[in-house]
């Protein structure tokens, strides 16, 4: 178990629908990260943030949103689905800033988009 | 651009041999490499990790090598075991940035 907390665990869904997925991160690390893994993209950076604040952005669609709040805790929006947007949404944590040390993942998401 | 390329995409070991597993980063200024491991229908679990001022590194079975000079290193796993089978992924990253470029994973599949 690597301390990282994802929910829910599947997600089914209509295409043009929205949804949000939640991730606790491990106690004590301030930085959580989202990626998406799919069949033919492997695992691709979405975005990161850091103690509330958003810090880095990768390959995220302007139809998907993230925040985190000051618990920590963050979700992860996705909004006007389209089938293309199925994969596994995973969320890491990390203690620094920046991720040069270790990151844990959660078990992730699984969406499906129909 | 940054790029992480990884090698093979799958291989088949037969239990008790070594399986080694390479990956080659494209930014000389990368400094850590984590080394993941994915079950099916779990997360990346983090396995063994190096830094760039090391060139390799052991944790029992398990053993990175880093060659800066080439930007690469791999990933070996000794005295193979079942337990072993699941998709390996190689990561890079520099300091200064906020994410780990992925090579695109290895599923070993060690046989019994």
């Known amino acids: 178990d690597s301390g990282v907390t994802q929910t829910p665990k599947h997600l089914i869904t209509a295409t043009g629908q929205r949804v949000t997925l939640r991730c606790s991160p491990r106690?004590?690390?301030?930085?959580v990260y989202w990626y998406q893994q799919s069949l033919d993209q492997g695992l691709q950076f979405l975005i990161q943030?850091?103690?509330?604040?958003?810090?880095a952005k990768g390959n995220i669609l302007e139809r998907f949103s993230a925040q985190q709040f000051p618990d920590l805790h963050s979700e992860l929006n996705l909004s006007s689905l389209e089938l293309g947007d199925s994969a596994l949404y995973f969320c890491?944590?990390?203690?620094?800033?920046?991720?040069?040390?270790?990151?844990?993942f959660g078990q992730g998401t699984r969406l499906t988009v129909v | 651009g940054e790029n992480v390329e990884q090698h093979p995409s799958t291989l088949s070991v037969q239990e008790g041999d070594s399986a080694v597993i390479k990956c080659t980063y494209s930014?000389?200024?990368?400094?850590?490499f984590p080394w993941y491991k994915q079950e099916l229908g779990k997360g990346p679990q983090l396995i063994i990790d190096?830094?760039?001022?090391?060139g390799e590194k052991k944790d029992q079975r398990i053993a990175v090598t880093l060659n800066k000079t080439a930007k690469h290193f791999s990933l070996h796993i000794t005295e193979t075991q079942p337990e072993d089978s699941a998709v390996y992924f190689c990561?890079?990253?520099?300091?200064?940035?906020?994410?780990?470029?992925f090579g695109t994973g290895t599923r070993l599949k060690v046989l019994a």
């Open positions: 890491a944590s990390s203690v620094d800033l920046r991720m040069n040390t270790e990151a844990f």
């Open positions: 106690s004590g690390d301030l930085s």
């Open positions: 943030y850091y103690n509330g604040e958003e810090r």
């Open positions: 930014d000389s200024a990368s400094n850590y």
């Open positions: 190096i830094r760039s001022n090391v």
């Open positions: 990561a890079a990253s520099r300091g200064g940035t906020y994410k780990y470029i």
